[in-house]
């Protein structure tokens, strides 16, 4: 294997650095006993995101109920529930222009039809390229990594490529004019643009969960469809009954995690579309980004309201889809 | 909905090629070109001149206004493509354009002034890669501390990453222990939180830590990583417990089981994670931008940004910017790139 | 041991976060400057700088040049902490105004800095101030359009004169765009500044009696309404305005650049980049704003080099600033810059355009005659701390309406609350 000397440095240095707190962590074996030492081990971890995630998460709640423009808590004055009032203040729910802060109505939407295509697309896309790679093919290893690659290119380096393609003045549109049609200008139309805030983000994240599903495609033990040929099961019906079956512990954690991702999306699509044409392409992220940062005066509660509503949100999608995986008993 | 189709035929008749392959081997031409022509366009892009980033149509390669020296003038002309009124067509030296009326010479003859109109006329152009593109930002910025800061973030970052979500994936994995379900269920939370989101919270913790405007301040926040955790502790749980429970008999300490059994057999994981954690290190760009406001604690990517103005974006600089940001990350994937499918595929993530 | 690990982990950020802080202790003052750049102003202002320290060899200046968004979005955030640089160049001169170091007590000779950057000074301070000094102007940027010259003469269409309505023009243009097919016969940047550049001409008032916002006037209606018209007819693009959401900026440099537009309403900055990008390629100029009912007014703005209370060194800050705005410097970086001076007494001299092609140092006098025919009401705009809410709520709102989200009414009914949900907001509600 050509990663052999890599892997080889790796463990060396990885075994210099674990050997170092080897016996301090001896005596406080002895002193706490074994059972208890898997909190010894942890607890660096929870230290970090209690620190840099939880405690962010409490002055987040606190900045929800709080007023005025003052960065550090203490200096704000509460103002009760009335961050969520002005976010809920809405003439008619089914209206946003009807709110007060339409834009965050806006934005929840958005994200919320931004999330339901894109998992959907994110997955038959990723299927399909697993389903491929699986197969007895030349230079699997060179295919697989260039489904992989744009996984490793940053949010703005994404956008940056793809805007400088889809732009009125872009290649794409240099390519349409060059077979006779007219220039489309992608990014100005509500359709086009949401279309290309979910192709490119597939384009960017495929690699990865591509590369998960290919993972179960793998466990899955051949002589079963051996079987299955031989009892003469049609491939469709193969795929339908023996693959997905197989596979669903994957496909479980695929879609989860694209869930999340996908209701957390900001920043690829930002940079690419600014989330218009109007507000076409506004995510909910993008909503609690500019209350807070990009306006003049920036308002922490509410933005902060707005996260803690978005926080639940997807606490109730993950545990739906975690009370999925009890069921289906998978783990 | 053709490629699973294609698996299973393709099993069927093993070392023919039918059409399943030749369907198969499509899709992956087209993802070849889907994954790799943008960057490759943005690569050729970024040694254009500022004149020929912005024309449309663009040209595919970068071009340079081709020029020669014609006696008489004492700055070089540039070189057009004429259509001469009768039809005929000449290569021909500009000296001068006036409204829509263009004056050119013959360079062999250069005494004589032939007018024709500018719609007449199309510049000759060779490839010329503007390696200005790259010299100039290179020069005028600190570049070396930018590298270095980013180097350094980078590597202390992943390992203190490694560090402490393998020992937190050790623990999660091989002990039973009370309150087990409560922080797997902690870890679980954090996934769902965005860092945009928290953003400012976040800086007022760092603030009152009193490490801002220290590289630390980007290292320490995003250490504990989730992902990092599940993938860790998804490759620990399939590992032979009959190891660690001959480890214990043997009085090995906790300590020498993670870091003498444990860790060596999860190197693949731990592979995996390092390239995500390089990956994640290097790409940062919204929460560097926030805590650190001087040039001396710059990464690149802020660095290397600030070709993005108020009223202008200096496009040239930022293509060529963006590239030199990216060939570490091309490199890893070079070097890598086995390392990352097969790595990945082995941690299971089921 | 665990405490170890965390200690050693902190410990270690201290002794980097110490060791980084006494190698700057080694010289006797150190200042941090955040500076973003459009063109070359990085380049010239390091330069100056250079010759600074040369002078005083007490101060030592780091220039900290980041990208814009920095100074959009990090840089409050930092103030806010207390954080951030000794000296900013910034552009939201009013709402930053409340950390910014009155440097009156500190000059030598304010009373030069009075005459020269007089009308400047009030853009900086909070509402109520009359008398401090926050910093100089490093360019002034009058809004006002391009014109394509060339377009014109292949269309033998003639180019409306100085006085000019913007009617007259767009009948004009679209002659032009008709004859020449050129996709964008009109383009602006999208901008609150160049929204406001061609409706005040219509009369629009922003300010009621007591100088609180009252955006939405008749005159302000029929300067939407024209824009909003334009777009429907195709004389202006969707394509501009419509691909981005919010108060993000879009320009059409670009499509300037390619000869693609006719009329390009942007602003002074854009000089510098079209006498390169543009080159021999077509004739381009600058004209002056063209006229409306009330005023032929463009709106000015600028971005200014400030000093922050939280410095440790006012004193040195204040001897930098005084030397990059002396009459002789900041003159120089005029020049170089192709900026159109925000000084009085460089702007009466003239300013010495370097390296400028024949149809840049035109363009820059149009722009510097500008000056003189701005409408007071432009400069009360610029000079109002929450100028930004405004330009912010417009734009969004606007655009909304042209991309066919809401009706204009809807939007101005929209403008007017959003207003005044922000400004209740920043006085803590």
């Given at each position: 294997?050509?990663?052999?000397?890599?892997?080889?440095?790796?463990?060396?240095?990885?075994?210099?650095?674990?050997?170092?707190?080897?016996?301090?962590?001896?005596?406080?074996?002895?002193?706490?006993?074994?059972?208890?030492?898997?909190?010894?081990?942890?607890?660096?971890?929870?230290?970090?995101?209690?620190?840099?995630?939880?405690?962010?998460?409490?002055?987040?709640?606190?900045?929800?109920?709080?007023?005025?423009?003052?960065?550090?808590?203490?200096?704000?004055?509460?103002?009760?529930?009335?961050?969520?009032?002005?976010?809920?203040?809405?003439?008619?729910?089914?209206?946003?222009?009807?709110?007060?802060?339409?834009?965050?109505?806006?934005?929840?939407?958005?994200?919320?039809?931004?999330?339901?295509?894109?998992?959907?697309?994110?997955?038959?896309?990723?299927?399909?390229?697993?389903?491929?790679?699986?197969?007895?093919?030349?230079?699997?290893?060179?295919?697989?990594?260039?489904?992989?690659?744009?996984?490793?290119?940053?949010?703005?380096?994404?956008?940056?490529?793809?805007?400088?393609?889809?732009?009125p003045q872009?290649?794409?549109n240099?390519?349409?004019v060059?077979?006779?049609?007219q220039p489309?200008l992608?990014?100005a139309?509500?359709?086009?643009?949401?279309?290309?805030?979910?192709?490119?983000?597939?384009?960017?994240?495929?690699?990865?969960?591509?590369?998960?599903?290919?993972?179960?495609?793998?466990?899955?033990?051949?002589?079963?469809?051996?079987?299955?040929?031989?009892?003469?099961?049609?491939?469709?019906?193969?795929?339908?009954?023996?693959?997905?079956?197989?596979?669903?512990?994957?496909?479980?954690?695929?879609?989860?995690?694209?869930?999340?991702?996908?209701?957390?999306?900001?920043?690829?699509?930002?940079?690419?579309?600014?989330?218009?044409?109007?507000?076409?392409?506004?995510?909910?992220?993008?909503?609690?980004?500019?209350?807070?940062?990009?306006?003049?005066?920036?308002?922490?509660?509410?933005?902060?309201?707005?996260?803690?509503?978005?926080?639940?949100?997807?606490?109730?999608?993950?545990?739906?889809?975690?009370?999925?995986?009890?069921?289906?008993?998978?783990? | 909905?053709?490629?699973?189709?294609?698996?299973?035929?393709?099993?069927?008749?093993?070392?023919?090629?039918?059409?399943?392959?030749?369907?198969?081997?499509?899709?992956?031409?087209?993802?070849?070109?889907?994954?790799?022509?943008?960057?490759?366009?943005?690569?050729?892009?970024?040694?254009?001149?500022?004149?020929?980033?912005d024309e449309f149509p663009?040209?595919?390669?970068?071009?340079?206004?081709?020029?020669?020296?014609?006696?008489?003038?004492?700055?070089?002309?540039?070189?057009?493509?004429?259509?001469?009124?009768?039809?005929?067509?000449?290569?021909?030296?500009?000296?001068?354009r006036i409204g829509v009326i263009s004056?050119?010479?013959?360079?062999?003859?250069?005494?004589?002034?032939?007018k024709v109109n500018m719609d007449k006329r199309?510049?000759?152009?060779?490839?010329?890669?503007?390696?200005?593109?790259?010299?100039?930002?290179?020069?005028?910025?600190?570049?070396?501390?930018?590298?270095?800061?980013?180097?350094?973030?980078?590597?202390?970052?992943?390992?203190?990453?490694?560090?402490?979500?393998?020992?937190?994936?050790?623990?999660?994995?091989?002990?039973?222990?009370?309150?087990?379900?409560?922080?797997?269920?902690?870890?679980?939370?954090?996934?769902?939180?965005?860092?945009?989101?928290?953003?400012?919270?976040?800086?007022?913790?760092?603030?009152?830590?009193?490490?801002?405007?220290?590289?630390?301040?980007?290292?320490?926040?995003?250490?504990?990583?989730?992902?990092?955790?599940?993938?860790?502790?998804?490759?620990?749980?399939?590992?032979?417990?009959?190891?660690?429970?001959?480890?214990?008999?043997?009085?090995?300490?906790?300590?020498?089981?993670?870091?003498?059994?444990?860790?060596?057999?999860?190197?693949?994981?731990?592979?995996?994670?390092?390239?995500?954690?390089?990956?994640?290190?290097?790409?940062?760009?919204?929460?560097?931008?926030?805590?650190?406001?001087?040039?001396?604690?710059?990464?690149?990517?802020?660095?290397?940004?600030?070709?993005?103005?108020?009223?202008?974006?200096?496009?040239?600089?930022?293509?060529?910017?963006?590239?030199?940001?990216?060939?570490?990350?091309?490199?890893?994937?070079?070097?890598?790139?086995?390392?990352?499918?097969?790595?990945?595929?082995?941690?299971?993530?089921? | 041991?665990?405490?170890?690990?965390?200690?050693?982990?902190?410990?270690?950020?201290?002794?980097?976060?110490?060791?980084?802080?006494?190698?700057?202790?080694?010289?006797?003052?150190?200042?941090?400057?955040?500076?973003?750049?459009?063109?070359?102003?990085?380049?010239?202002?390091?330069?100056?700088?250079?010759?600074?320290?040369?002078?005083?060899?007490?101060?030592?200046?780091?220039?900290?040049?980041?990208?814009?968004?920095?100074?959009?979005?990090?840089?409050?955030?930092?103030?806010?902490?207390?954080?951030?640089?000794?000296?900013?160049?910034?552009?939201?001169?009013?709402?930053?105004?409340?950390?910014?170091?009155?440097?009156?007590?500190?000059?030598?000779?304010?009373?030069?800095?009075?005459?020269?950057?007089?009308?400047?000074?009030?853009?900086?301070?909070?509402?109520?101030?009359?008398?401090?000094?926050?910093?100089?102007?490093?360019?002034?940027?009058?809004t006002g359009p391009f014109v394509n010259k060339t377009l014109f003469e292949q269309a033998k269409v003639a180019m409306p004169g100085a006085k000019a309505t913007w009617p007259q023009w767009a009948a004009a243009i679209k002659k032009v765009a008709a004859a020449e097919k050129v996709p964008y016969p009109i383009a602006a940047d999208r901008?609150?500044?160049r929204v406001?550049g061609m409706i005040l001409s219509q009369?629009?008032?922003?300010?009621?009696?007591?100088?609180?916002?009252?955006?939405?006037?008749?005159?302000?209606?029929a300067g939407a309404k024209m824009i909003y018209d334009w777009h429907q007819q195709g004389l202006m693009s969707k394509a501009l305005w419509g691909?981005?959401?919010?108060?993000?900026?879009q320009g059409a440099n670009t499509q300037f650049a390619n000869g693609q537009v006719v009329m390009y309403e942007s602003g002074?900055?854009q000089i510098?980049?079209f006498?390169?990008t543009v080159g021999t390629a077509f004739d381009w100029v600058a004209v002056p704003t063209p006229c409306g009912p009330a005023n032929c007014s463009g709106?000015?703005?600028?971005?200014?080099?400030?000093?922050?209370?939280?410095?440790?060194?006012?004193?040195?800050?204040?001897?930098?600033?005084?030397?990059?705005?002396?009459?002789?410097?900041?003159?120089?970086?005029?020049?170089?810059?192709?900026?159109?001076?925000?000084?009085?007494?460089?702007?009466?001299?003239?300013?010495?355009?370097?390296?400028?092609?024949?149809a840049?140092?035109a363009a820059?006098?149009v722009f510097?005659?500008e000056?003189?025919t701005?409408?007071?009401?432009?400069?009360?705009?610029?000079?109002?701390?929450?100028?930004?809410?405004?330009?912010?709520?417009?734009?969004?709102?606007l655009?909304?309406?042209i991309?066919?989200?809401?009706?204009?009414?809807?939007?101005?009914?929209?403008?007017?609350?959003?207003?005044?949900?922000?400004?209740?907001?920043?006085?803590?509600?």
């Amino acid at each position: 294997m050509t990663t052999a000397p890599a892997s080889n440095l790796l463990a060396r240095l990885g075994r210099f650095i674990a050997e170092l707190p080897g016996a301090p962590m001896a005596l406080v074996e002895r002193v706490i006993g074994t059972s208890r030492m898997a909190y010894v081990f942890i607890l660096p971890n929870i230290l970090f995101f209690g620190l840099f995630v939880f405690l962010p998460i409490g002055i987040d709640i606190y900045y929800s109920f709080t007023g005025g423009t003052a960065l550090f808590p203490s200096q704000r004055p509460g103002v009760g529930g009335l961050q969520y009032h002005y976010l809920a203040d809405c003439k008619n729910f089914y209206d946003p222009s009807s709110c007060r802060e339409d834009y965050f109505w806006r934005g929840m939407w958005t994200s919320l039809k931004f999330t339901l295509i894109q998992v959907s697309v994110m997955v038959l896309v990723s299927l399909a390229t697993a389903l491929v790679l699986n197969m007895k093919i030349r230079a699997r290893g060179f295919f697989r990594a260039v489904y992989f690659f744009p996984v490793l290119l940053s949010p703005v380096v994404v956008a940056l490529v793809w805007k400088w393609i889809l732009q009125p003045q872009g290649l794409l549109n240099a390519a349409i004019v060059g077979m006779g049609g007219q220039p489309i200008l992608f990014l100005a139309d509500a359709g086009w643009a949401m279309f290309w805030a979910i192709f490119v983000s597939v384009w960017a994240h495929t690699g990865f969960y591509t590369l998960i599903l290919l993972a179960g495609l793998q466990a899955i033990p051949r002589d079963i469809y051996e079987a299955a040929d031989m009892d003469g099961t049609r491939p469709l019906r193969q795929l339908v009954r023996l693959t997905l079956p197989l596979l669903w512990p994957n496909l479980l954690v695929v879609l989860v995690l694209v869930t999340i991702r996908g209701v957390q999306t900001f920043d690829e699509v930002f940079a690419l579309t600014g989330g218009g044409p109007g507000t076409a392409t506004m995510m909910i992220v993008q909503y609690i980004y500019t209350t807070a940062f990009a306006s003049q005066v920036p308002d922490y509660g509410l933005a902060a309201a707005a996260s803690v509503v978005l926080g639940l949100l997807l606490l109730v999608l993950t545990l739906t889809q975690l009370w999925l995986t009890r069921r289906r008993g998978a783990t | 909905m053709m490629s699973p189709l294609a698996l299973l035929r393709q099993r069927r008749n093993p070392g023919r090629i039918g059409f399943s392959d030749v369907l198969a081997y499509i899709y992956l031409a087209v993802g070849v070109f889907l994954m790799f022509g943008p960057v490759v366009w943005l690569v050729l892009s970024s040694f254009k001149t500022r004149s020929n980033l912005d024309e449309f149509p663009p040209t595919f390669l970068p071009l340079a206004q081709q020029s020669v020296a014609v006696k008489g003038y004492d700055s070089k002309l540039p070189l057009y493509n004429v259509t001469m009124p009768d039809g005929s067509k000449r290569v021909l030296a500009q000296v001068r354009r006036i409204g829509v009326i263009s004056q050119l010479v013959d360079p062999a003859a250069p005494q004589t002034i032939i007018k024709v109109n500018m719609d007449k006329r199309t510049a000759l152009r060779h490839l010329g890669l503007d390696w200005h593109n790259y010299e100039h930002p290179l020069r005028h910025f600190n570049f070396g501390r930018y590298l270095w800061n980013s180097v350094f973030v980078t590597v202390v970052a992943t390992l203190v990453t490694l560090l402490i979500n393998s020992m937190a994936a050790y623990a999660l994995s091989i002990h039973e222990f009370r309150g087990k379900n409560f922080f797997l269920v902690a870890v679980i939370a954090t996934l769902m939180v965005p860092i945009t989101i928290i953003l400012v919270p976040v800086f007022v913790v760092v603030n009152e830590i009193g490490l801002d405007n220290s590289l630390w301040a980007v290292i320490l926040p995003g250490a504990a990583t989730p992902t990092g955790v599940f993938l860790l502790r998804q490759y620990m749980l399939t590992m032979p417990r009959e190891l660690i429970e001959a480890a214990r008999m043997d009085k090995a300490s906790e300590w020498q089981i993670y870091a003498r059994i444990v860790m060596p057999l999860a190197l693949p994981a731990l592979a995996v994670l390092t390239i995500f954690s390089v990956m994640w290190r290097w790409n940062e760009f919204l929460w560097p931008l926030v805590v650190l406001s001087k040039s001396e604690t710059y990464t690149l990517q802020i660095g290397l940004n600030a070709f993005q103005g108020d009223l202008q974006t200096q496009w040239n600089y930022l293509l060529a910017m963006t590239v030199v940001a990216l060939i570490p990350i091309a490199l890893v994937f070079v070097f890598l790139q086995r390392f990352i499918t097969s790595g990945i595929a082995n941690t299971g993530m089921k | 041991m665990k405490i170890s690990v965390q200690r050693g982990l902190f410990g270690a950020a201290f002794v980097a976060a110490l060791a980084g802080s006494s190698a700057l202790a080694q010289a006797a003052t150190t200042l941090h400057m955040m500076w973003y750049s459009d063109g070359n102003e990085g380049t010239v202002v390091a330069a100056q700088i250079k010759d600074f320290e040369a002078k005083n060899p007490g101060i030592k200046v780091v220039l900290d040049q980041v990208p814009y968004k920095s100074i959009q979005t990090a840089l409050p955030v930092q103030l806010a902490a207390g954080q951030g640089p000794d000296i900013a160049r910034v552009t939201d001169l009013g709402g930053l105004a409340k950390y910014m170091l009155d440097l009156r007590p500190l000059l030598p000779d304010a009373a030069q800095w009075d005459a020269n950057y007089g009308p400047f000074l009030n853009w900086m301070r909070l509402p109520g101030d009359k008398t401090s000094i926050h910093g100089y102007m490093t360019q002034l940027t009058i809004t006002g359009p391009f014109v394509n010259k060339t377009l014109f003469e292949q269309a033998k269409v003639a180019m409306p004169g100085a006085k000019a309505t913007w009617p007259q023009w767009a009948a004009a243009i679209k002659k032009v765009a008709a004859a020449e097919k050129v996709p964008y016969p009109i383009a602006a940047d999208r901008s609150g500044h160049r929204v406001f550049g061609m409706i005040l001409s219509q009369g629009a008032k922003v300010f009621d009696a007591k100088g609180n916002p009252a955006v939405v006037d008749a005159g302000f209606k029929a300067g939407a309404k024209m824009i909003y018209d334009w777009h429907q007819q195709g004389l202006m693009s969707k394509a501009l305005w419509g691909a981005v959401s919010g108060a993000t900026y879009q320009g059409a440099n670009t499509q300037f650049a390619n000869g693609q537009v006719v009329m390009y309403e942007s602003g002074s900055w854009q000089i510098s980049q079209f006498a390169k990008t543009v080159g021999t390629a077509f004739d381009w100029v600058a004209v002056p704003t063209p006229c409306g009912p009330a005023n032929c007014s463009g709106m000015p703005g600028g971005a200014a080099v400030v000093a922050f209370k939280s410095t440790k060194h006012p004193k040195s800050v204040a001897k930098l600033l005084d030397y990059l705005a002396s009459p002789a410097v900041i003159s120089a970086y005029y020049g170089k810059t192709l900026s159109v001076p925000g000084n009085l007494g460089v702007a009466k001299a003239g300013v010495k355009y370097v390296g400028a092609s024949p149809a840049a140092a035109a363009a820059l006098k149009v722009f510097g005659d500008e000056v003189a025919t701005l409408a007071p009401v432009a400069y009360e705009l610029q000079g109002y701390s929450k100028n930004k809410i405004i330009f912010d709520a417009v734009i969004s709102r606007l655009c909304e309406a042209i991309v066919g989200q809401s009706t204009l009414d809807q939007a101005y009914a929209r403008i007017t609350s959003d207003i005044a949900h922000q400004i209740a907001a920043a006085n803590g509600k």
